[in-house]
């Protein structure tokens, strides 16, 4: 009812339009600026704008120094060494042109919003693979200005001391670089950095900590950093089902921050009660900080991690049976739903998004995958993971009745593709030369009703800009 969007106009305002790879091909468009800046990847997060809670995309603007038109040594060891900005925008808006919205664009970075990046540089990022030697005689470059270069000169903590004539053969022997001793735009004062790439640096500080794949990018009272989640794992504990290379034991009990422009990496011990943590933690005394001791801006884009969630939710979908005989016989067995794109069956993915949950006054960040029953399409369950203040960590599993039979996403997006009106028009765009990209359905819970979302995305024949052109949104049996 119009009472029901009125109630959760937080969960509606943030719905996701723009996914992860359209979003990612169109940031390289219109953002990259020269060749040698790339985006490697989209963050999800949330911030506080003007106000308002929102629901935000965020990706890093690299340096990747294979892209260098000219890969000369001094280019790309004393004049490229760091990449510049970022863009920003909302999930959930789009200019005339199919565009996504940017809060925060261009170079230098230009911010319409009160969300600010005082310190741009990227010197450690997903893409930073080499050394590189800051504080030199050679000036840095450091953002494109019209037909002109503005350069810059490192003033960051981070690296290691060149020092004199020892140091700097040492150095050349472990690069394997004899242009560090011969080289005259190289001082005493003159710092070397490494272990730049942010996988990288954490695996070689901590070996023997297993790190979550999605690094994310953040902004933090003006300053860019990465936040990663770690796990200690075992192999051991006594009658648990192994998973993934045997692991029957993980904890999310370390949360990492790096500076973007220092390079400096904190460990925050997130869970104080893992005795596996505990244990490096007298082995290694300076090796954790207690999670307190993180700023208060930088603990409110903690959020709960991809890669433990899809476990959890892979024992949930067989351990959710209390019933010994229903078990026994996997007679309620779940399973991730499977949707049609471009042809062929593909799972769905956990997703982040800002919504308000059943029961509460608020709307929160959370991790979200729906389930349907094995072998069936219809929707059997849907499952939350919470990331917001004291609700971090709290995992919630709403059950549909086994009596009530609800749409799952694959019988829906079966649905739009029948549809009289919207399946002739996406035939039309596909013979016309351009492509049909269509979008991440969505399930997004308003009450006791379901929302299903998809965005659909037009690129042109040649073209590497997809537009987003329509919002298919399906309830009960209604699509529009």
Known sequence: TLADINNNSETINNVRLWDHQPLLDTFGQIQEIRTYYDFASVDNDRYVIDGMYRQIMLSGRELNSESLPNRTWPNERLTFTHGYGVALGPVNEV????????????????????????????????LSSDYVLVDTNTREFHYPKGDDN????????????LGGLVRKALFALYFRDFNILISEQLTSESRVLFHRNITDRVNAIAPFLVYDGDPYLVISEGRLYWMRDAYTVSKRYPYSTQVVNEVNYIRNSVKIVIDAYHGTTTYYLADPNDPIALTLQRVFPDLFTPLDEMSADLRSHIRYPEDIFRLQTEMFMTYHMTNPAVFYNKEDQWEVPAIDADGRATQMEPYYTIMKLPGENEAEFIQMLPFTPARKDNLAAWMVARSDGQHYGKLIAFAFPKQTVVFGPRQVVARINQDETISPQITLWNQQGSQVIQGTLLVIPIEESLLYIRPLYLRAAGGRIPELKRVIVAYQNQIV
């Open 95 to 126: 200019t005339p042109e199919g565009l996504p919205v940017l809060f925060i664009k261009d170079l230098p970075p230009a911010s319409s919003v009160d969300l600010k990046v005082d310190q741009p540089g990227l010197y450690f990022s997903d």
């Open 150 to 161: 503005v350069f810059s000169q490192y003033e960051g903590v981070g690296g290691v001391p």
